[in-house]
Structures are given as structure tokens and as C-alpha cells.
Nanobody, 122 residues
Framework: QVQLAESGGGLVQAGGSLRLSCVIS????????VGWFRQAPGKEREFVVV????????YFADSVKGRFTISRDNAKQTVYLQMNSLKPDDTAVYYC???????????????WGQGTQVTVSS
């Protein structure tokens, strides 16, 4: 029983910032990696970043490298995605997901949140 819930999405202007939160609960929380994905209308789900909950290792997609950061607070069972220098192309529904592997393929993740909308205007 693992559940995730995203929050923090909204409407921002290009160049602005948002911080998304993912609260995760379940018996296997400390063993999992948590990834962020996004999906824009008419496009496939896209990997954004992943973090290991145990060791804190991270891996970013090239499209967000240098603009986004990820962090974890295991005591609060929460993963944060700090998004800076946002672009209109970042507009999408953002999902967090948990799985036992460390990687960018959606198939590696067994549990998904409901998503939160991020809209970046120009």
C-alpha cells in the first residue's frame, strides 16, 4: 500500500518559479525511488527527474537540467521539485511516481499520484 499525492501546481509567467510537493506513504517508502514525470496535451509522458529516497542520488532530464532541483525530506515523507526559470514548454500535468528501480522509464514505477497542473504563460 503505497500512495502519492502531488500539490503545488498553478499558473506562472515565463521565468517564474514553482515548487511541487509529493507526499508518499506506505511501508516501502524508504526503499523506493521517486520520479517526476510530465504530460502535455497530445504528447507522451515525459521523464523529468528521479531521486533515490535512501541515498539521495538524482538524475535529471536534459530539458530541465540547471533549472529544476529535487530534494527529499524522509522525516516528512515528502519529495519536492523546485522549478525555476520556467518556460511555456514546461506546461503540463506533473506526476510523481514511486518504484523500486532508479531510472527514467515510466514502466519502472508502480505507484503514481493524481497529477498537478503547471501552466506557464508567455
Amino acid at each position: 500500500q503505497v500512495q502519492l499525492a502531488e500539490s503545488g501546481g498553478g499558473l506562472v509567467q515565463a521565468g517564474g518559479s514553482l515548487r511541487l510537493s509529493c507526499v508518499i506513504s506506505g511501508r516501502t517508502f524508504s526503499r523506493y525511488s521517486v520520479g517526476w514525470f510530465r504530460q502535455a496535451p497530445g504528447k507522451e509522458r515525459e521523464f523529468v527527474v528521479v531521486i533515490s529516497l535512501s541515498g539521495g542520488s538524482t538524475y535529471f532530464a536534459d530539458s530541465v537540467k540547471g533549472r529544476f532541483t529535487i530534494s527529499r525530506d524522509n522525516a516528512k515523507q515528502t519529495v519536492y521539485l523546485q522549478m525555476n526559470s520556467l518556460k511555456p514548454d514546461d506546461t503540463a500535468v506533473y506526476y510523481c511516481a514511486a518504484g523500486s528501480a532508479f531510472g527514467g522509464a515510466p514502466r519502472l514505477y508502480n505507484y503514481w499520484g493524481q497529477g498537478t497542473q503547471v501552466t506557464v504563460s508567455s
